[in-house]
């Protein structure tokens, strides 16, 4: 009877402890899980930080792109207000321009003739003294004179007695027909092909010709004469006269005849540009040269008296000056 409650005992504690032994089990897996949770969360957290920093790197990037992209905006921006600055400073200027317009138009009417005929005094001035044009000289007063004559004003009197004094000085300057002599001078350039041929030798009105008696020489003198005429054509002898040039020889013609043009090209010039030394002794030395080297025919002494005329002929007249009409004017500007 005592055995029964030992083994009962025994019974019951294999069934507790079997009871207790399950949950030791599940801890373990729950250990296990929490475990791989960790590792799986590590590596989220791992991933995630990667990610960020990818996005880091992506965003600098961005912002840094933006930078530059903002600093070209940026001068853009200042250029633009640059060139609308250039604009308005032009624009200014030429409403400034636009100013100055709309005030002269506004200026007297008689202010306007004064200085245009002051100026046109000053022109005729300076033509004569640069290109000595006394009809373009008298041209540009009469027009002067005209506008002084609209404005009606008695100040104005001792302008216009000035100007018709110097009209009247300036028309009594001969006038010189430049291009008529001009054209002369071309014409006796061109005839001089037509003279005759040059002369290359020359006869010495003092040189005795022993030739015609010979026919009345005999013996030895008829020797002597012959050897006197062969002397001759070896040595020449003329006395030293002042303006005879030397005869020239047959290959030299043409260099005498492009003298010849070239004097006269050089009395063109001088005829028009006032110069009357140059122009008078151009044609005195072309008169010489042919009087001495071409024949004494019709011709050459027609072009002679041409050449003669033409050399006569004064191509810078003294002309009167301007300065009463400019006194005048400058006194009438001064008193206004």
């Not at 069934?15 to 949770?37: C, D, H």
């Amino acid at each position: 009877m005592s055995d029964h409650p030992t083994e009962t005992n025994d019974v019951a504690s294999t069934q507790k402890n079997k009871k207790k032994s399950p949950p030791s089990f599940w801890g373990n897996v729950g250990i296990l899980f929490s475990g791989f949770a960790i590792i799986v969360l590590i590596g989220v957290i791992m991933v995630a930080s990667y990610g960020l920093l990818t996005l880091n790197a992506k965003l600098a990037d961005y912002v840094a792109h933006s930078q530059r992209d903002l600093n070209k905006t940026q001068q853009a921006i200042a250029d633009t207000q640059q060139m609308t600055q250039q604009v308005s400073d032009q624009l200014n200027n030429q409403m400034q321009i636009v100013a100055k317009l709309q005030k002269s138009q506004h200026m007297n009417r008689d202010d306007l003739f004064i200085d245009e005929a002051y100026y046109l005094v000053r022109i005729a001035n300076d033509s004569l003294l640069i290109e000595n044009d006394v009809s373009e000289a008298i041209k540009l007063l009469q027009t002067a004179d005209q506008l002084v004559l609209k404005l009606n004003d008695p100040k104005l009197n001792p302008v216009r007695v000035a100007l018709a004094a110097d009209i009247a000085a300036l028309q009594s300057v001969p006038n010189v027909d430049l291009m008529g002599l001009y054209a002369r001078l071309s014409v006796l350039d061109d005839e001089l092909a037509k003279l005759p041929a040059m002369s290359t030798s020359a006869r010495d009105p003092n040189q005795y010709d022993l030739a015609s008696d010979s026919g009345t020489l005999s013996g030895w003198r008829q020797y002597l004469q012959n050897t006197w005429q062969a002397l001759q054509h070896i040595v020449v002898i003329r006395k030293n006269q002042p303006n005879v040039l030397p005869f020239i020889a047959p290959d030299q013609q043409p260099l005498l005849l492009q003298n010849l043009h070239m004097e006269l090209s050089k009395a063109q010039w001088g005829l028009l540009h006032h110069q009357q030394d140059l122009y008078r002794k151009s044609l005195e030395r072309v008169a010489l040269w042919i009087k001495q080297y071409m024949p004494d025919l019709p011709l050459t002494q027609q072009m002679l008296a041409s050449l003669t005329e033409l050399a006569q002929i004064d191509v810078h007249p003294p002309v009167p000056t301007l300065t009463s009409s400019l006194q005048a004017f400058q006194s009438y500007l001064n008193g206004r």
